[in-house]
C-alpha cells in the first residue's frame, strides 16, 4: 500500500514547466518536457507556415521548431539573450516550441486550476487544458497531447505521431 502523500508534495498538484510567450505565462506538465535548452541556430524551411520556425540540430537530431505565439493570437515571439527551446517528448524524438524567457518550476493543486475561459478561439482552447491565478499572475496550462496532435502540428508531418 502506497503512503500518503506530504502535505504540499508533488502529488497534491499537477508539476509544470513554465515560461512565457510574449508576456503570457504557459505551463506544461513537467512529464511532457523532455528539456529546456538554450536557443541555437534555426534554419528556416522553404514553403512553411509561419509558425513553423525551422528546424535545429540537439545533439544529431533534426527537430522542428514552433512559435506557438499565432494560437495565441499575438505578434511573433521575439528571440533574444534570454529566450529558450521547451523541447516537448514526441515518440522517440521532440519539438521545440520558442519561449520567450523561462518561469519558474510550478506544482499547483488541482483544485486551483479552472477550465479555459469561454472567450478562447476553437484551436486555443483545444490546446489549453486549463489556468490557474498565481501571486505573479495567470498560468494557461497547455495540453502536450492535444498540442502535438492539432492539425497544425500533424499538417508538419511525423510531429503529431507518437
Do not use: N
Not at 507556415?49 to 493570437?73: K, N, Y
Not at 528571440?79 to 515518440?91: A, F, K, P, T, Y
Not at 501571486?135 to 507518437?162: C, N, P, Q
Amino acid at each position: 500500500m502506497r503512503a500518503p502523500a506530504a502535505q504540499g508534495g508533488p502529488e497534491d498538484g499537477v508539476r509544470l514547466v513554465c515560461f512565457r510567450v510574449r508576456g503570457q505565462e504557459l505551463g506544461i506538465a513537467i512529464e511532457a518536457v523532455r528539456e529546456t535548452i538554450r536557443m541555437r541556430p534555426i534554419t528556416r524551411v522553404f514553403l512553411t507556415p509561419g509558425w513553423l520556425l525551422g528546424i535545429f540540430s540537439l545533439r544529431g537530431e533534426i527537430l522542428p521548431a514552433v512559435d506557438l505565439s499565432p494560437w495565441l493570437g499575438t505578434g511573433r515571439t521575439m528571440v533574444g539573450e534570454e529566450s529558450r527551446l521547451v523541447v516537448l517528448r514526441r515518440g522517440g524524438g521532440g519539438v521545440g516550441v520558442v519561449a520567450d524567457e523561462l518561469a519558474e518550476l510550478r506544482v499547483l493543486p488541482r483544485e486551483e486550476i479552472a477550465a479555459p475561459p469561454p472567450t478562447l478561439s476553437a484551436e486555443q482552447a483545444g490546446v489549453i487544458s486549463g489556468v490557474a491565478a498565481t501571486e505573479t499572475g495567470t498560468v494557461r496550462i497547455l495540453d502536450a497531447k492535444a498540442l502535438l496532435g492539432s492539425a497544425r502540428m500533424l499538417s508538419i508531418g511525423r510531429a503529431g505521431a507518437e
